[in-house]
């Protein structure tokens, strides 16, 4: 069991969308980020299923969470971008919950191999991954509150 904490995906895919304004480059960027966030060295290396389960069922309850509320505050026509950005982001990991609860995972092997690979993990690496977080979770709100960009300027 790998990867970045699906938080850390969930508010870097909203921030994708805040950018992209666009669904469907939101989405395929989103899930382009997936992959390049678990290729970052990152907290991993749980050692047991518990300690994995001890994190991983709160990080999916607060990805659900800021996926709700970042929703909720982004403008009417740019909500459509930041859920497709933040959904993207968080589906490759769709293997873990569906690994755990029905025994296999919806990926083609040689994704599953894939995302294995790329991942540079050890322990001890929460702070990092809390400050991406809050990086992350900052920016998206940030490029949310921007007013769209106009063609024409004053004159
Ligand atoms: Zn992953």
Redesign the pocket.
């Given at each position: 069991m790998?990867?970045?904490l699906l938080t850390n995906?969930v508010l870097s895919g909203a921030l994708i969308g805040a950018l992209a304004r666009r669904p469907a480059p939101a989405f395929a960027a989103g899930v382009a980020s997936?992959?390049a966030l678990?290729a970052v060295p990152h907290w991993g290396d749980w050692g047991s299923i518990r300690r994995f389960l001890q994190v991983a069922v709160p990080d999916g309850l607060i990805s659900l969470g800021a996926m709700g509320t970042i929703a909720a505050l982004a403008p009417a026509e740019r909500r459509p971008a930041v859920l497709a950005g933040m959904i993207g982001a968080a589906l490759?990991?769709v293997d873990k919950p569906s690994k755990l609860w029905f025994g296999f995972t919806p990926w083609p092997r040689a994704v599953d191999k894939f995302?294995q690979r790329i991942?540079p993990e050890a322990s001890g690496r929460a702070h990092i991954e809390l400050l991406a977080a809050a990086c992350f979770g900052a920016a998206a709100l940030a490029a949310l509150r921007r007013p769209p960009a106009r063609c024409a300027g004053p004159r």
């Open positions: 790998k990867g970045v995906h997936h992959f678990d490759p990991d995302h991942q």
